[in-house]
């Protein structure tokens, strides 16, 4: 499988973003509003489409069984189960406990009482996804080895947004004093870590030179992700962008 082709034809296919019953079972509650901007509903769709594809073209199947890691609010858990996963919801006690979007498609959820410790059997999951969560455990180690006990042989660890290290916008928020992203990643840190702990890499991308989040693009939204998709794979300005991502399979 060409995997780089893949992930550029999925990310090019713009899908429209359908957070109607996701915004129609939250609060006013301005911890949600990010969830209220199109051009991060737009970034969560092409990271849950292009997953998708990923899944059905390697697995041969699509009945795919996978855990949400981390969910926080739960939006993605919705947004898999739309596209036909099997989704399994998990994140730490301590972390916002009120889920209402989980209830959208009566996803099950799991509690974790420990930092780095999974509740599963092992070979339980053929797929986890990491949307935002890998660079804020305490112990990466730790949570790399449980998450590849917990997937099937050949399984898949699809993480998202790692905080990278050259990106302007997080050196920009240290600038300013905000350190919500403490740790920042490098490709050689990546290729070399992963392998230790039983992973292969099959991709390694850049995304994310435009804010997704903490800007609002309104109706422009749909063109400037075209705009960052092709700054982030075609030219130099990719080694400024926000995150690092990759797809590893357990060996």
Not at 205 to 217: A, I, R, S
């Given at each position: 499988m060409n995997y780089q082709k893949l992930r550029r034809q999925s990310f090019f296919q713009l899908q429209e973003p359908n957070f109607s019953e996701i915004l129609a079972a939250l609060s006013t509650d301005k911890k949600y509003d990010f969830l209220r901007n199109q051009a991060t509903q737009i970034s969560y769709t092409q990271f849950c489409f292009y997953a998708r594809n990923f899944c059905r073209a390697y697995f041969n199947t699509e009945k795919i069984q996978v855990l949400d890691w981390g969910c926080g609010h739960g939006q993605n858990s919705v947004l898999l189960d739309d596209l036909g996963f099997d989704v399994q919801a998990g994140d730490v006690i301590e972390c916002q406990s009120d889920r209402p979007l989980l209830a959208i498609k009566s996803i099950d959820f799991t509690a974790f009482n420990h930092q780095s410790r999974l509740p599963f059997d092992d070979q339980s999951f053929d797929a986890v996804f990491s949307f935002g969560v890998l660079e804020h455990v305490p112990d990466e180690i730790a949570s790399l080895k449980e998450i590849n006990r917990i997937l099937r042989p050949d399984g898949l660890f699809f993480c998202f947004n790692l905080p990278y290290f050259y990106s302007w916008g997080q050196r920009l928020a240290h600038l300013r004093g905000n350190y919500y992203h403490d740790r920042l990643y490098q490709e050689k840190y990546v290729k070399s870590t992963l392998p230790k702990y039983n992973y292969q890499l099959l991709d390694l991308?850049?995304?994310?030179?435009?804010?997704?989040?903490?800007?609002?693009?309104g109706r422009f939204s749909s063109s400037l992700e075209k705009l960052d998709q092709f700054l982030t794979n075609y030219t130099p300005l990719r080694y400024l962008a926000t995150s690092l991502n990759f797809v590893a399979r357990k060996k």
């Open positions: 991308w850049h995304l994310g030179f435009f804010p997704k989040v903490v800007v609002n693009y």
